[in-house]
Nanobody, 118 residues
Framework: QVQLVESGGGLVQPGGSLRLSCGAS????????MGWYRQAPGKQRELVAT???????NYAESVKGRFTISGDNAKNTVYLQMNSLKPEDTAVYYC????????????WGQGTQVTVSS
């Protein structure tokens, strides 16, 4: 079993920045990919950004140019740097990990709340 623990959420004004962290209980090198998803009230969960073990990244159109996903293998941590935040970015953000043999992301964190409001 793997535990993923998110941190770094909070309340920020529009235009501000936050950095989310996702700490894993084991080496993240073993995962094919790790990602960040978010779910706003009354909406379906959506992909925000992903990063593969090879370093390839992918972003939702709505966050391209504003968010950056990165990983630190030595710290078993994945980050999501969020800049130029907008009220529509308000959601619970979840970290996820996908094993090589899995068809979808199969490990999830408990989520961290991000609220963008003046």
């Amino acid at each position: 079993q793997v535990q993923l623990v998110e941190s770094g959420g909070g309340l920020v004004q529009p235009g501000g920045s936050l950095r989310l962290s996702c700490g894993a209980s084991r080496s993240i090198i073993v995962f094919y990919a790790m990602g960040w998803y978010r779910q706003a009230p009354g909406k379906q969960r959506e992909l925000v950004a992903t990063i593969t073990s090879g370093g390839s990244t992918n972003y939702a159109e709505s966050v391209k140019g504003r968010f950056t996903i990165s990983g630190d293998n030595a710290k078993n941590t994945v980050y999501l740097q969020m800049n130029s935040l907008k009220p529509e970015d308000t959601a619970v953000y979840y970290c996820a990990a996908k094993r090589v043999q899995a068809s979808d992301y199969d490990y999830w964190g408990q989520g961290t709340q991000v609220t963008v409001s003046s």
